[in-house]
C-alpha cells in the first residue's frame, strides 16, 4: 500500500485515483477547480462516467479516497504524483503543456519527501524530461525526484472496466528502483507490463492513437467505396476482420471519430512529426478523412433533398461516443452547425449530454426531452451517437411520428432486413440505401417517397394550391385525436395504398361515441382510447404509415357522393402539361368513397344532377382544370420524371373544389368504360409520345 497523490480529477485522474483507492493505496486527488473538489467530497461526480460514482463513495467511506484543492496538503504524504492534467490543444494542432508546466512547478514547490513523479495524461516526446528540469529549477527542498511515464490507454464510457482489464500496462522510466514501484503499485490489476525507456513510452501512447484513428479512417474510406459499388462495410469488415493480423475492433464504420483524445492527439504527433522536419502523409490523410466524414450525413441530407434550408431535421445523439456525456470534438457539433449554416430547423436530443452541448451548441437549436418530441413532425432523423436507447427505439414510431420517414444513420444503427419491413428510407454509411432508388451503376439516385404523405407533403409547399387541401396529417394516437377534436369526421388512409383499400371513415355522434365505417362495415366503439387500440388492431398496422384527412362533404347525386377524376399529361421532353381527360364517379350505394363507382358520367352532368348550383358548371370545370394543372406543376418538381398524373377531385356541397389525392400510376381504363371514348384515345396517344 502507497501513498498516491493524483493532480488532475477529469476523466483519467479521477478513475485511477477512485480504482487505485479500489486496490488498497490511499489516495488523495488534487483539483485546482474548487468547484469540482466541493462536488466529490460530497460523493458526486461533475462527469457522466458509468458506475465510477458508486465506487468513489465506497472508497471515500472506506477512508482511502480523499479530495483537496490544496497542493500541499496533496502532495505532502505523497511517495508517487500522478499527473493527470488536461493537455488540450494549441490552435497550431500541437500539444499545450501549460497545465502540464504549472503542476511540475506546484511539486517542486509543495513536495517534501522523495517523490516519483508519474505522468498519464498524453505528453509529447521528451515531455518528461521537461517536466524533470522545471522541477530542479523550482524545487524547495532536499528531495529526490524520479520521473516515470505512465500513458493511459482507458476509454470513456468504459473508463472502470477498461483499468481493471487494459491489455497491458506502459511504464517508461529511466531508474529501474522507480518502475519496480510503479509496477508493484499496479500488481493487483494483473495486467501486463512492458517496461521501457521514456520517450519510447511517451511514443506508444501517441502511435497508439494514431493507428486505432488510422484504422476508422481507413474502413470509412472503404464505407464510401462500398456506397458506389454496391458492397457492404459491415459484411466487409467482418470478413476483414477474420483475419488475426487484423483482427475485429476499431473496424466500424461511420461518421468518424470524435472525443477529446483522437482528434487532439492526431494532430499532435503530425505536429511533432513536423518539428523534426517530417510529414507524416498518411496520418494528414486520416485526419482529413475524419473532417470530411464528420459531416457525411448531411451532404447526402443535401443531394437527397437538393436543399435543406426550410427542413426540420432532428439530430439523436450528441455525445461523442454513447455512455459519456462528452462532446467534446463530438460529430454531433460539426453537424448542427453546418444544418444551421444550411437553413434548417434542429432540434437535438441526448439521454445525458444535453447540458454540456448547451453551452457549446447555437441557440438556435431546440433540446427535447425524448425521442419522439425530437423526431415529431420532422423531415428527416440524423443518428449521430449509437446509445442503446435509440437503437432500441421501435422504428414504427418515426413512420408514426415524422413528417416523412427519412433517416440518415451515421453509426449503422439498424439492420438493413428490419429496416426493409417499414416504410422507411433509410441512408447508413456504407450500406445499400434501403427505400429509396440506386441506379445501374450503383450511384445513389436519391428517390422521392410516392406515399399520399409526400405527396400532400410537396404539394402543400406550393401557397397557391394550399387552399385546396383538405388538412391532413400522419396517423398517431395525438393527431387522431387532435384531428377527431376539429372534425367530427375524419378519413383515414394507408399512405401506400391503392383503389380505396383500406380506407375509413370515423365519425364521432358525441365526445366519446365512434362510428367506424370500411366498406359497408360499420362498428361503435366508446371512448378515445379504445379507438385508437380498435383502430390499431383492426385497421392500421403500427408497420405502415396511415393520412388522416378531415371528411369533406361532397356534392351527391341521389344520396351518393361524387368525386372527380383529372388526367393531367405532357409529352416527351415538354414541360407543357394539359388536361386530357375528366370523369365524375358516383359512389355504389351506402358506399363512403368513390372506388367503388356505380356510375361513371362526364362531368358536366355530374354538377348539372347534383344539387350544386348549374350555373357555376363553366366556372367550377375551368377551376378543377387550372388546379390540376397547377399540382402537375408542383409534383413535377419532385416527380421529375413524371407524365401522366391522375388527380382525385371532389367539389363539396357548397361548391369548394378539393384536391383529394394525386397519383402517379393512375388507373385509366374507367375512360375506355363510357359510351364517349374520346378522353380514352387522347390519354392514350400522349401517353406514347
Ligand atoms: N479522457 C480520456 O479518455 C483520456 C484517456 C487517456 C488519456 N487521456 C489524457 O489524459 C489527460 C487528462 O485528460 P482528461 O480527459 O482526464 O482531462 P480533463 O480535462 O477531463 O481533466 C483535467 C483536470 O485537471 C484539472 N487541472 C488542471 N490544472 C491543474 C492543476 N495545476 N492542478 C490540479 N488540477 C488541475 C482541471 O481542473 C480538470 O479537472 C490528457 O492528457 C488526455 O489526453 C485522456
Ligand atoms: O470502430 C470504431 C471505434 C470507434 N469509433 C469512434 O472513435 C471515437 C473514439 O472512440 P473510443 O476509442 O471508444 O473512445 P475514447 O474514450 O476517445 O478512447 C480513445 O482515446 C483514449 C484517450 O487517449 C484512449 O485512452 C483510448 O485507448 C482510445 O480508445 C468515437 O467517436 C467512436 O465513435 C469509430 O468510429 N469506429
Redesign the pocket.
Known sequence: MRNVAIVGTG?VGLVTGVCLSEIGHNVICIDIDQEKVKKLKAGKLSIFEPNLEELMITNIERGRLSFTSDHAEGFKDSEVIYIAVGTPQKTDGSADLTHIEQVAVQIALHAKRDVIVVTKS?VPVGTNERIKEIIHEYLVSDIKIDIVSNP????????IH?TFNGDRIVIGAECEHAATIIEEINKPFQIPVYKTDIRSAEMI?YA??AF??T??SF??EIATICEHVGANVEDVAIGMGQDSRIGT??????????????PK?TNALYQIAGHKDYSFHLLKTVIDVNNKQQTLLVDKAKKRFGFLKGKKIAVLGLA??PN?D?IRE??SIFIINRLIAEGAGVTAYDPIAVKKAERVLRPEVQFMSNIEKAIHGTDAVFIV??WREIIDFPLKKYVELMNRPIIFDG?NCYSLNEMKKFPIEYYSIGRPIINGKTTNKGDTHMSVSVGKWTKYKLILENENLAPYLPETKLFSEGSLWKMMDLHSEIMIKPSFGHKGKGVIQVTSSDEEKFEIQAGLNKTTIYGKKPLFKYLRENHCSPKRQYIIQRWISLAKIDDSPIDIRVIVQRKRNSSEWIVTGKLAKIARDGFIITSAAKELVPVEEAIERSSLNSQLIQKLIFELDQVSLNTARQLEKYYTKSRLIGLDMGIDQEGKIWIIEANLTPNIAMFNKVEDKSDYETIKSYRKG
Open positions: 476523466y498524453t493511459e490507454f482507458l476509454r470513456e464510457g468504459s473508463a477498461d501512447k497508439s492513437n486505432l484513428a484504422k476508422i474502413i470509412n475492433k476499431f473496424l466500424k464504420a461511420g461518421i468518424g471519430y470524435g472525443g477529446s483524445c483522437f492527439d461523442f461516443k459519456t462528452d463530438a460529430a451517437t449509437e453509426r
